[in-house]
Each structure stands twice: as structure tokens, then as C-alpha cells.
């Protein structure tokens, strides 16, 4: 299998594929820099790529491929991995339901997606229905919408087809170098399906001549594999073809100091790199410095939460939201809180102001004007209390949730939220709630046993504890 890798991950997965058979292609400089090992330039089957938050990675490509690549990549137990009902390259028919001031929201099925205006020719409607193409599938856990195109294309490596166009293109900075590849084209052997251009990447001017064919084969095969089963009728909302598969893989806390170890064996690497190149662009560059100068103890595996949080965030007086990750890959922000407090032990204290209406979960006490909700969060713990207080400072009742170990990055405080948690009431009872819950994800494989048995466990000392 032929993987590519791309993200503040890209070390550690590197040498996770190779050490399990698998060659790295389309290595970026650095990376052929540290490993002692033939990356080559052939069409991937594969990519690996950081996510935009930084908080895991998409897997895209055959589906076979992608199924590899993603039991590759279960790190440890807070590694979670879920299929795309959306993947990239999939084609759709599809009913527009909205319009937008960009683009317009259309209903494939499966999910929704987004139809810039800029990726279709002529005016697009609500109710309109149209044959689309993902360009961009999104994470479950996020807010965004996969991204759309009315273009059909097929991609392999630097060559891409184009339905409804014809001829060689090449995007190239060098002019001469493009008029090469264009000319050398005709002599790979290879020809276009009818009705489909060929578009060369950058990239392509530097391969040799195998890569060109295999890379040119594999899009051609694509091509033919969607062209046959497109049709001139527009059934929506249905799904027409999926050549590749599209899998999002969510790093926890422990998963990302794993990969520290994995990337220590290739580079000098700080204790918690993952964990703090996943907060920011400006916390990941700070890492580049500090690891770049050496300055940095390797023997320890203590990971500097607060001088981190000192110099990134949060610290009092900061907001951050609260994302509660499900084990079926929803994240469900529970509000923004102010930062009102840092313990010397790293403990951060938040304040939320509750809105009135309805009922706290487990504690059957009604939510009231006035009430606030303090929430203290610790790096990684696998649990966290918070305190519900009526405007007269009155307790309600304390809710404690069991978690994946609990991040606290510059914007959010993000976990996986694991079903069964503790309640103690206004009266001080306490009782052990939602393992019904868990029972059924474990069931479902959405949860693995040894991470379902870790918070059982967490759950029981929290029943003694409180």
C-alpha cells in the first residue's frame, strides 16, 4: 500500500507505515530527511491528512486502502475512527433545500452538503436538482458541511480527469517544463476516456516516467469506473458512485503521547509535541523552535501543561467552549465558559451562567434563572465534576463526567464524553447513572471493551470518592 502524509502528525505515521510493510510516497523534504528509507514518488493509495483543528486525521482513498490505514492508525484506546457517509470523490444526485449568500445546502441522502457558487456554472436554486461531486468531506466532529462541485473528476497522484473538458493541461511554474510533460504525455501510452481532459499537476514535472504511467492508469480507471454509472437522469436524493472511501480518525490524549514516543525513535521530540502542536498554528511553530534548538529534555515524559497554557492559553479571564465528543463522532458544544481560576496543580475552574428551562440530566432539578454551573477540568483526568448553584449560591447537585482524558487547548476543552458518569443530589445521594449507555456503544463498536472497562473503573472510584 502506498500511503501519503501530510499534518503536524506526520512523523509518527510515517514510521508507524513503513514499520508495518507499508511505503511512504510523495515525502515532503523534512520527512526524506529523517528516515533512512526509499520514499518513492509513485500514486498514492492513500492520504493521510491533518485535520483543520488539528485534532486527528482524514484517510482517503480505495477503500481497502482506507480500511488498512485506519487499523494502522488505532494508536490506543482514546483512538476513535469513523466511515464517511460522504467520502471525497463520491458523485450525487442531489436537491438543493437552501440558498445561502455563498453557496446553496443540498440534500444528498445520506447527509447535507454545501454547493459553493463558485464550483457550478449558471444559477443554482432551492429545489433545483443537480449531479454533484465531494471535493471536500468534513469530520463528524465538526460544524462544517462536506464541500461540493458540479465538476466529475478522478484523480490519481499529479494526474486528474475532467468530465466535459478535453486535451492536456499542466499547472506548472516552469513554462518549458510544462510543455515537456505535455508533449511526453503521447508517448505513456495511455489515452483519456472520451470526454474527459487531462490535467497534470505541479508535481508531475518531476516524476519519472513510471510514476507518470502508473499515476495516469489509476486516474484512467477512476474515470471509467464513474463514467459507468453516471446517468442522464437526476434521481435525487441518491448516492450514484463512490470509487474511493473517506475515514476520520480522532487522536485522544493518550494516543497523542504515543505518537511522541513513535516520532522520538526517528527525531528529537518534547515531551507532549502532539498534544501542544495540536492547540494552535503558533503553539505548533513554538514546538519547531524549541525542538530545533534542542532545548528540550528527552528523558522526561512530563508534559508542561503550564508553562504551555502560560504562554498559549487558556488562563483566567479566557473563554473556551466546551466540546463534548461522542463515541459516534458528534461533538456537542455544552456552552463557552470564562476561565476563572488555574490551580498550582494545573486545574482549571470555569463559569458558565445557565439558561432557564427544563430539567439537569440525572438530577431531575429544574434549571432556573440565575443558576451557574462551575466546572473544574484537569489535563488528563478521565472524569470531571461541575457544580449546578442556584442564584442564591445554593447547591442543586454535582454532575460528574467520565471521559477520554481531558484536554485544555487555547480555545476549547475537548474529551470524549463515555456514557456512564456519577450524580450526587441536592440531598447528597449519589448514584452511578448511564451504563446502559455504554453497554449499547460497546455493543455497537463504537466503544472498545478495554476503554469501556477504564471507565467503569473511573466510575466506581468517583461513587467511593464522592
Known amino acids: 500500500m502506498n500511503v501519503r502524509c501530510r499534518g503536524i502528525y506526520t512523523t509518527a505515521l510515517t514510521r508507524r507505515f513503513l514499520d508495518a510493510g507499508h511505503d511512504v510516497v510523495a515525502a515532503s523534504d523534512p520527512i526524506r530527511e529523517r528516515f533512512d528509507a526509499d520514499l518513492g514518488t509513485d500514486p498514492h493509495d492513500v492520504a493521510v491528512e491533518t485535520t483543520d483543528d488539528r485534532q486527528g486525521v482524514g484517510v482517503a482513498g480505495d477503500p481497502d486502502a482506507v480500511d488498512e490505514a485506519v487499523d494502522r492508525l488505532h494508536v490506543t484506546r482514546d483512538t476513535f475512527a469513523w466511515p464517511s457517509p460522504v467520502p471525497r470523490d463520491a458523485v450525487f444526485d442531489a436537491r438543493v433545500t437552501e440558498t445561502l449568500g455563498s453557496g446553496a445546502v443540498c440534500d444528498l441522502g445520506t447527509a447535507d452538503g454545501f454547493l459553493p457558487f463558485g464550483n457550478v456554472d449558471g444559477h443554482v436554486a432551492e429545489g433545483d436538482e443537480l449531479q454533484v461531486q465531494v471535493a471536500e468531506s468534513a469530520a463528524p466532529w465538526t460544524d462544517r458541511r462536506a464541500v461540493l462541485t458540479a465538476a466529475v473528476r478522478a484523480q490519481a497522484g499529479p494526474a486528474t480527469l475532467v468530465r466535459g473538458e478535453s486535451g492536456i493541461t499542466v499547472d506548472a511554474r516552469d513554462d518549458d517544463a510544462a510543455r515537456e510533460l505535455a508533449g511526453m504525455t503521447d508517448l505513456l501510452g495511455i489515452d483519456s476516456p472520451d470526454g474527459w481532459g487531462l490535467r497534470w499537476a505541479d508535481a508531475a514535472t518531476d516524476a519519472d516516467i513510471n510514476a507518470l504511467k502508473s499515476a495516469l492508469s489509476t486516474a484512467v480507471d477512476r474515470a471509467e469506473?464513474?463514467?459507468?454509472?453516471?446517468?442522464?437522469?437526476?434521481?435525487?436524493?441518491?448516492?450514484?458512485?463512490?470509487?474511493?472511501?473517506?475515514?476520520?480518525?480522532?487522536?485522544?490524549?493518550?494516543?497523542?503521547?504515543?505518537?511522541?514516543?513513535?516520532?522520538?525513535?526517528?527525531?528529537?521530540?518534547?515531551?507532549?509535541?502532539?498534544?501542544?502542536?495540536?492547540?494552535?498554528?503558533?503553539?505548533?511553530?513554538?514546538?519547531?523552535?524549541?525542538?530545533?534548538?534542542?532545548?528540550?529534555?528527552?528523558?522526561?515524559?512530563?508534559?508542561?501543561?503550564?508553562?504551555?497554557?502560560?504562554?498559549?492559553?487558556?488562563?483566567?479571564?479566557?473563554?473556551?467552549?466546551?466540546?463534548?465528543?461522542?463515541?459516534?463522532?458528534?461533538?456537542?458544544?455544552?456552552?463557552?465558559?470564562?476561565?476563572?481560576?488555574?490551580?498550582?496543580?494545573?486545574?482549571?475552574?470555569?463559569?458558565?451562567?445557565?439558561?432557564?428551562?427544563?430539567?439537569?440530566?440525572?438530577?431531575?432539578?429544574?434549571?432556573?434563572?440565575?443558576?451557574?454551573?462551575?466546572?473544574?477540568?484537569?489535563?488528563?483526568?478521565?472524569?470531571?465534576?461541575?457544580?449546578?448553584?442556584?442564584?442564591?449560591?445554593?447547591?442543586?447537585?454535582?454532575?460528574?463526567?467520565?471521559?477520554?482524558?481531558?484536554?485544555?487547548?487555547?480555545?476549547?476543552?475537548?474529551?470524549?464524553?463515555?456514557?456512564?458518569?456519577?450524580?450526587?443530589?441536592?440531598?447528597?445521594?449519589?448514584?452511578?447513572?448511564?451504563?446502559?449507555?455504554?453497554?449499547?456503544?460497546?455493543?455497537?463498536?463504537?466503544?472498545?471493551?478495554?476503554?469501556?472497562?477504564?471507565?467503569?473503573?473511573?466510575a466506581s472510584s468517583l461513587v467511593e470518592a464522592i
Do not use: Q
Open 225 to 458: 469506473t464513474v463514467e459507468s454509472a453516471l446517468d442522464s437522469s437526476v434521481a435525487p436524493p441518491r448516492s450514484v458512485t463512490a470509487p474511493a472511501a473517506t475515514a476520520w480518525v480522532w487522536f485522544g490524549r493518550e494516543s497523542r503521547f504515543v505518537l511522541d514516543a513513535d516520532r522520538r525513535e526517528v527525531t528529537t521530540t518534547m515531551p507532549g509535541h502532539h498534544r501542544v502542536k495540536a492547540g494552535s498554528g503558533a503553539a505548533s511553530r513554538a514546538v519547531d523552535f524549541v525542538e530545533a534548538l534542542h532545548a528540550v529534555d528527552s528523558d522526561t515524559e512530563d508534559f508542561p501543561f503550564v508553562p504551555v497554557t502560560d504562554t498559549f492559553g487558556p488562563v483566567a479571564g479566557d473563554h473556551v467552549r466546551l466540546d463534548h465528543g461522542k463515541p459516534d463522532g458528534r461533538r456537542i458544544v455544552l456552552g463557552r465558559a470564562e476561565v476563572t481560576d488555574r490551580d498550582p496543580d494545573g486545574t482549571l475552574t470555569l463559569r458558565r451562567e445557565m439558561t432557564p428551562g427544563g430539567t439537569y440530566d440525572a438530577l431531575g432539578v429544574a434549571r432556573t434563572a440565575g443558576d451557574v454551573a462551575i466546572t473544574k477540568v484537569r489535563e488528563g483526568r478521565w472524569w470531571y465534576p461541575t457544580v449546578y448553584r442556584g442564584d442564591d449560591g445554593e447547591r442543586k447537585g454535582t454532575y460528574v463526567n467520565v471521559c477520554t482524558p481531558v484536554e485544555a487547548f487555547p480555545d476549547a476543552v475537548r474529551y470524549v464524553d463515555l456514557h456512564v458518569d456519577v450524580v450526587k443530589g441536592p440531598d447528597g445521594e449519589v448514584r452511578r447513572v448511564d451504563d446502559d449507555e455504554l453497554d449499547a456503544a460497546v455493543a455497537a463498536g463504537r466503544v472498545s471493551e478495554p476503554l469501556a472497562e477504564k471507565a467503569r473503573s473511573v
